[in-house]
């Protein structure tokens, strides 16, 4: 084999990792949103960074299963993050939920 065959193989192994371990292929935020929701509307969220996303965002995910994109500096975004481990703090208490995550009768 030549070296150029060689790279498409290495590119899927350099991928792979971080596609497991999210679930699948990552499907990264291309822009930052500006949309804030009421807490109570969020389920849970993630951080996306590089190098498998090219932007470092928060991704919160409403109860409708919409994605919201935010600025990890913002302090709306620091506060909401803070509100769902709080509230998953009180789930985690009972055994029922993993990190990030509220159950809707929580809600």
Not at 1 to 12: D, E, G, H, I, S
Not at 18 to 39: E, F, M, N, Y
Not at 78 to 89: F, Q, R, V
């Amino acid at each position: 084999m030549t070296a150029l065959n060689l790279v498409p193989f290495l590119l899927v192994a350099v991928m792979l990792p971080g596609a497991l371990t999210q679930g699948g292929l990552p499907s990264c935020c291309r822009k930052i949103s500006d949309t804030h929701v009421r807490r109570a509307l969020l389920t849970k969220y993630y951080v996306q960074r590089p190098p498998a996303c090219s932007l470092h965002v928060v991704v919160f995910i409403t109860v409708q299963n919409k994605r919201i994109c935010a600025d990890p500096y913002k302090l709306w975004t620091k506060t909401s993050m803070a509100y769902l481990d709080g509230k998953n703090g009180h789930a985690q208490k009972n055994g029922t939920q993993r990190k990030h995550t509220i159950s809707r009768e929580l809600q």
